[in-house]
């Protein structure tokens, strides 16, 4: 979360990345990665050190997280399974599990802990590290912010 990259950048983008941006319940929540919404502000205020004025910040729009599975050739079966481990004024934090396998034999499998930092506590970071909410892109793929 912390980098000195000796330069500076016209636009970051956040595509299935570090962050995104979560529409679920009503809401357009901050994806994040494990649970430290500080941490998050950190890496948020290194993207905004390398950026110039007027920059851009794009982050992708990501539909809600749900169980599912999916058939792949060979015989091969992806799922995804959402638990939801913590919620509280500010955030929700859920553990994802991704497995592959075939004839119901786990052939690999990962987990990782994501958490959504609700819509009013969202607008509140991206405000204090220096970014403004332009709009939603035409495809309706990202947010777009500027550097303020």
């Given at each position: 979360?912390?980098?000195?990259?000796?330069?500076?950048?016209d636009m970051a983008i956040s595509s299935g990345g570090v962050w995104v941006i979560?529409?679920?319940?009503?809401?357009?929540?901050?994806?994040?990665?494990?649970?430290?919404?500080?941490?998050?502000?950190?890496?948020?205020?290194?993207?905004?050190?390398?950026?110039?004025?007027?920059?851009?910040?794009?982050?992708?729009?990501?539909?809600?997280?749900?169980?599912?599975?999916?058939?792949?050739?060979?015989?091969?079966?992806?799922?995804?399974?959402?638990?939801?481990?913590?919620?509280?004024?500010?955030?929700?934090?859920?553990?994802?599990?991704?497995?592959?396998?075939?004839?119901?034999?786990?052939?690999?499998?990962?987990?990782?802990?994501?958490?959504?930092?609700?819509?009013?506590?969202?607008?509140?970071?991206?405000?204090?590290?220096?970014?403004?909410?332009?709009?939603?892109?035409?495809?309706?793929?990202?947010?777009?912010?500027?550097?303020?």
């Open positions: 979360m912390a980098m000195d990259l000796q330069d500076t950048f979560n529409q679920r319940k009503g809401r357009t929540d901050l994806g994040i990665h494990g649970n430290n919404i500080n941490q998050s502000i950190q890496g948020l205020k290194g993207i905004a050190k390398h950026l110039r004025q007027d920059a851009l910040l794009l982050l992708s729009i990501q539909g809600d997280q749900k169980n599912y599975e999916q058939e792949l050739p060979g015989e091969i079966v992806y799922s995804q399974e959402i638990e939801k481990v913590a919620e509280n004024d500010e955030i929700e934090s859920i553990e994802k599990s991704y497995f592959f396998k075939k004839n119901g034999v786990i052939l690999a499998q990962q987990k990782l802990e994501l958490s959504f930092v609700k819509q009013w506590k969202k607008e509140e970071i991206l405000e204090q590290v220096g970014f403004t909410f332009l709009g939603v892109h035409n495809s309706q793929k990202f947010h777009i912010y500027t550097k303020s």
